[in-house]
């Protein structure tokens, strides 16, 4: 009786997505190991060379060896679109299927994940004097009277973009100012997405209490570990600008910079960058829930190489069937 040949198992993109403190990276590691493979990072601060303690990147001592990808890459200046992520990071992903049949990606920027694993629609056409207008109001006035204005034009995608998030306010009032009666979709349909190859989904949760414990803990770290002298470095050479670019949106650059100054205390700097932090893990909790088909681990009471080992299971079974529902574990 002959033998079968031998057929190579499924290509499979594996994509870990959660709230930052949850542990991604390290989870990302321990299956990439055992997958001979690299970790793809999708985070939009730990793009920033030079800031390696306030964007929290990996430590040589935390990534088991396994190589970390799009990492420390640009200029504290310069900015990437999802788009521009997306092209920079599907290439990685498909030099890892075609090497070993699997690719590892993780990170808690939604938007970058969702370019980097399927189609992402091309921006709307710019009108370069309506978003220098804009972009003037906000240095004027602050971007909380941009988030006022889109509240009076469409109350859904105010409630969406963060008040303080001038880049978003800005793209969502082109769309509605240059077209009188349109509504800003906000990308409803964000995670129901035709993939660019056989993708699993996995959402990391933790109980919230536990969860911000570690916030806390992270932001003192950050204090305490070389962030300040990050951030000092940075506003002693950057040019004089109308707004934040770069890497001074990062959560804690102005928090640690208003220390610098000397309006606020060490302790109420560490304060404020938790609180802000844990604003953040709310807004990536809005991202979790919309991750149609995925599979979501609580990694609550278990550890790495545990969580690890759950998702490499789920992993064993998507290779060989179609796109799996959520389902919890």
């Not at 990439?32 to 306030?54: E, I």
């Not at 690890?308 to 789920?314: G, K």
């Amino acid at each position: 009786m002959s033998q079968r040949p031998a057929v190579r198992p499924a290509e499979l993109v594996i994509a870990l997505f959660g709230p930052t403190g949850v542990g991604k990276t390290a989870v990302a590691c321990h299956v990439a190991k055992q997958l001979a493979t690299r970790v793809v990072s999708c985070d939009s601060m730990q793009l920033y060379r030079g800031f390696p303690v306030l964007t929290n990147q990996p430590r040589p001592e935390e990534t088991l060896g396994v190589a970390q990808e799009l990492v420390g890459v640009i200029d504290a200046g310069e900015e990437w679109s999802a788009v521009e992520y997306g092209r920079r990071a599907r290439p990685l992903l498909e030099e890892d299927l075609a090497r070993t049949g699997s690719a590892v990606i993780a990170g808690g920027t939604g938007l970058y994940l969702r370019a980097a694993l399927a189609p992402l629609s091309a921006p709307e056409p710019v009108n370069p004097d309506l978003r220098r207008a804009l972009e003037e109001q906000a240095a004027r006035e602050g971007p909380a009277a941009l988030h006022r204005e889109l509240a009076s034009r469409d109350a859904q995608a105010a409630e969406a973009i963060h008040p303080e998030n001038t880049r978003r306010l800005v793209r969502a009032l082109e769309v509605l100012m240059s077209s009188p009666g349109r509504t800003w979709s906000g990308r409803a349909d964000l995670w129901a997405p035709d993939y660019h190859h056989h993708t699993l989904l996995v959402g990391l949760t933790m109980d919230r209490a536990a969860l911000y414990r570690r916030v806390d803990h992270r932001a003192q770290s950050m204090f305490d570990g070389g962030a300040v002298e990050e951030v000092k470095a940075h506003r002693a050479e950057r040019p004089s600008s109308i707004e934040r670019r770069g890497i001074e949106r990062a959560i804690g650059y102005r928090e640690l910079g208003n220390h610098l100054d000397g309006t606020i205390s060490a302790d109420e700097a560490v304060a404020r960058l938790a609180a802000a932090t844990r604003k953040y893990v709310r807004r990536q909790g809005t991202w979790l829930r919309k991750l149609r088909g995925a599979v979501i681990i609580d990694v609550s009471g278990r550890t790495d190489e545990e969580s690890a080992a759950l998702i490499l299971a789920e992993a064993r079974r998507a290779r060989d069937a179609s796109p799996i529902e959520g389902r919890g574990a």
